[in-house]
């Protein structure tokens, strides 16, 4: 059986560096919204002796992630891990001043896509031998200036938190790991004149992340 590895936010940062690390042992179904950083990812797999499939898609596209599960479904049967990377940063912003559009984005693809994908995913996840579902925490929560980041961030937590307890004794496993600060572009969005030099490289928190599993 092929191991299968979804991965919604493979383009960059830690989600393309988790491709990377996985493969060549596991097939990547990568997703995220820009082609031409998926198709840079592809080829760095397929360098390393691995394969990928390409799904150029937005999170927050219901009809489009209910496809890609389907197209999951007809050609594999089950899918062996979720890692959801995926995230929006929202400008930093004083909570008064909050604009309704960013607040609105980062619902959509913190909050509302992942409990959407979390609906989709599960029987995806329950048809392998030991499913798993991966998400990254930050704790930026209620911190100034991160009110809808933080937010949103928060709420995804929360419903990965009661997903995960749901499943505790049925499966699918869910486990919720903290990354190490990294210099990924979020970050520089975040604290644009940090020095980056102490921070985390990507793949080297990929590969330590993965030995927590």
């Known amino acids: 059986m092929t191991k299968l590895a979804l991965i919604t936010g493979a383009s960059r940062g830690l989600g393309a560096a988790m491709a990377e690390a996985l493969a060549p042992d596991w097939h990547i179904v990568a997703v995220a919204r820009t082609t031409g950083a998926l198709e840079e990812l592809d080829d760095r797999i397929q360098a390393a002796g691995g394969s990928a499939t390409l799904a150029p898609m937005d999170v927050t596209d219901a009809d489009a992630m209910a496809h890609l599960c389907r197209g999951i479904h007809d050609r594999w049967g089950h899918l062996d891990l979720w890692m959801h990377t995926a995230i929006h940063a929202a400008p930093l912003a004083p909570a008064a001043h909050v604009a309704a559009k960013d607040w609105d984005k980062s619902i959509a693809v913190n909050a509302t896509a992942t409990a959407t994908l979390i609906r989709m995913v599960e029987p995806l996840l329950r048809a392998a031998p030991e499913g798993r ?5 930050d704790d930026r929560a209620g911190a100034k200036f991160f009110g809808s980041y933080g937010a949103s961030k928060a709420a995804q937590m929360a419903i990965a938190r009661s997903w995960a307890a749901e499943t505790a004794t049925t499966g699918p496993r869910v486990s919720i790991l903290a990354p190490a600060p990294m210099p990924t572009a979020t970050r520089a969005r975040f604290f644009p004149g940090e020095d980056r ?7 080297d928190e990929a590969a330590r992340l993965l030995a927590l599993l």
Not at 133 to 137: E, G, P, R, S, T
Not at 197 to 203: C, D, F, I, R, T
Request: hydrophobic residues 65%.
């Open 133 to 137: 579902a991966v998400f990254f925490d």
């Open 197 to 203: 030099a102490p921070l985390a490289s990507p793949a």
